[in-house]
C-alpha cells in the first residue's frame, strides 16, 4: 500500500482513484491511515459483502480465524468492468503500482 500512496499521483494524472478495502472497522481504517500517511480512501467491509462479490475472502485466516480479504487489486473502469486483477496467496506478495499503472494504460490505449 505504501508504494500506491508514493505514486499516487501518477493514478490520478490518469483520472484513476485509488481505494483499499478490508473487513476491518471504520475506526481501525482511519487509524492505520493516520500510522501510514495514506491519503486514499480505506473503506470497511466489515460483513465482506463486496469482498464476496469481487471472491477474494479468504475463510478463517484473520487473527482468532476470522474473515479477511485475501491480497488482491483490481482496476475497474468507470463502467464498472474488472479491467485487471493480480490476486495472490501470499499476503507479503502484492502488485507494484507499475504493473497496476501498464494494465491502466493498456486499458486506455484499447478503447
Known sequence: MRSFQQRLSDFTSRGVHVAAISVDSKEINENHCRKMGFTFPFLSDANADVIR???????????????????????????????????????????????????????????
Request: charged fraction near 25%.
Open 53 to 111: 462479490l469481487y471472491d477474494v475472502l479468504h475463510r478463517g485466516a484473520g487473527p482468532s480465524g476470522a474473515d479477511i480479504a485475501r491480497p488482491a487489486e483490481f482496476y475497474v473502469d468507470r463502467a464498472g468492468t474488472v479491467k485487471w486483477v493480480k490476486l495472490t496467496e501470499n499476503i507479503a506478495v502484492r502488485a507494484r503500482p507499475e504493473q497496476a499503472l501498464s494494465a491502466i494504460d493498456a486499458a486506455a490505449r484499447s478503447q
